[in-house]
């Protein structure tokens, strides 16, 4: 059975940090570009960062430029969101997503352009 696993959410206090990790089960990373998304209550779910799969793209909206760092490592099958200078507006449940599209070099912060989503972990940003 197929999983995408987040993992690393938790409280932190705001101005701190924390890295999210994302693992699958059942397939790999390598071939896959990678998106994270957060989805806090009552609004709608929206992109925060991606990579394509040869990691040569990466992108992050305004809200978290600067503050929000992806990467990947292919020998551990996992993606990472490194996210410093955190706010309470950053508290919400972050999914990461796989995009099977066989292109090089693209990503996308659009949630439509992925194929296969994990549960999320939650993230709290709060004193």
């Known amino acids: 059975q197929l999983k995408l696993v987040e993992s690393g959410g938790g409280l932190v206090q705001p101005g701190g940090s924390i890295r999210l990790s994302c693992a699958p089960s059942?397939?790999?990373?390598?071939?896959?570009?990678i998106g994270w998304f957060r989805q806090a209550p009552g609004k709608e779910r929206e992109g925060v960062s991606c990579i394509s799969k040869d990691a040569s793209m990466t992108n992050y909206p305004d809200s978290v430029k600067g503050r929000f760092t992806i990467s990947r490592d292919n020998a551990k099958n996992t993606v990472y969101l490194q996210m410093n200078g955190l706010k309470p507006e950053d508290t919400a449940v972050y999914y990461c997503?796989?995009?099977?599209?066989?292109?090089?070099?693209?990503?996308?912060?659009?949630?439509?352009?992925?194929?296969?989503w994990g549960q999320g972990t939650q993230v709290t940003v709060s004193s």
């Open positions: 997503a796989v995009s099977w599209r066989p292109t090089s070099g693209i990503c996308s912060l659009t949630k439509g352009w992925y194929d296969f």
């Open positions: 059942g397939f790999t990373l390598a071939n896959s570009a």
